[in-house]
Structures are given as C-alpha cells and as structure tokens.
C-alpha cells in the first residue's frame, strides 16, 4: 500500500515540476522547484530511496536560495550553486546506494548551476541534462511518478524551448 501512496504522492510532485518549466522568469522557476522538491523528498522516503530523498531535502534548501536571489543580498553570492553542489556530494556518500546514487547527485550539481543562472534559457538548457540523469534513477529505484515526470519535464523543457528560446525570424 505504501508503494501506491508514494506513487501518489510522486504524482503531486509530477504536476508541480512540469508546470515550473512553462514559467517565464527564473524566480517562479525556483519557487516552483522547491515547492516540488518537498514533495519529492516524502515520494522518496516512502520508497526507502534514500539518495533521491536526500537530494530532494538539499533541493529544498536551494529552492529558497535561488528564490530569494536577487530580492536579499545574503542570497546573491556567485558560491551558492558550489556548495549546493558539496552538500549533494556530502549527501551521496551518507546515503550511499551504489552507482545508482551517484545520478541523483549529478543531476543535483546540474541543476544547481542551472536554476542559479539568470536567464531562463540558461536555467532550461542546464535542467534538461539533469532531467535525463533523473529520469534513470527513478526506473531504477521504482518511482514510475518519477519516471513519469522526467519524461513530461523533458518534453516540458523542450516546449518552452521552442516557445521562448528560438531565434523568431
């Protein structure tokens, strides 16, 4: 039963990732991501994936960083990204699961550089990588929401891609 509740819940997940992508400027982006990171992390924890949930807690805190980036002072430093970057690599070797965790982690370093950029564009084109790292380790650890989401985000980056990004003639 829980297995279907965690699937549920990666559902509500599912609908908040896809919709951040279709944002137009990078502090709804954010906002948006760490809205869904919470949900994730309990996805996570309902399946004893403990690499995907951790990355999701990390996701969070980053979430509200890069949120309040450009509102307060203390959340503009260019370190940010960095560090998110060694708290995710702390985190895999703490939750360690093999090869396996390490996808999670590099989707979270990808990412961490992608939403820290200022231009959507940039944000969009350094998540879809991390989407695809996602995508393999939710087959893996038996997130079909998971699975489901990486696919519609990938499909999700790429609309708002063609939507906003390609040179008009």
């Known amino acids: 039963m829980t297995f279907y509740i965690a699937q549920g819940?990666?559902?509500c997940g599912m609908?908040?990732?896809v919709i951040s992508f279709q944002q137009n400027r990078r502090d709804r982006i954010a906002f948006l991501q760490m809205v869904a990171s919470a949900v994730w992390a309990v996805h996570f924890g309902l399946l004893t994936a403990w690499a995907g949930m951790a990355m999701n807690l990390i996701g969070i805190a980053r979430g509200f960083v890069f949120y309040r980036?450009?509102?307060d002072r203390w959340a503009t430093g260019p370190y940010w990204p960095y560090l998110f970057s060694l708290?995710?690599?702390g985190?895999?070797?703490c939750t360690w699961e093999g090869w396996l965790s390490l996808l999670p982690t590099a989707g979270m370093v990808v990412s961490s550089f992608g939403l820290w950029a200022d231009h959507p564009r940039t944000?969009?084109?350094l998540n879809l990588p991390g989407s695809l790292l996602w995508m393999t380790y939710n087959w893996f650890s038996g997130s079909w929401a998971g699975f489901l989401t990486e696919c519609c985000n990938t499909c999700s980056i790429l609309v708002a891609m063609l939507r906003f990004d390609r040179r008009k003639p």
Do not use: I, M, P, Y
């Open 123 to 125: 944000v969009r084109r």
């Open 15 to 17: 609908l908040l990732a």
């Open 69 to 71: 980036k450009g509102k």
């Open 9 to 11: 819940v990666g559902f």
């Open 87 to 89: 708290v995710s690599a």
């Open 91 to 93: 985190a895999c070797l």
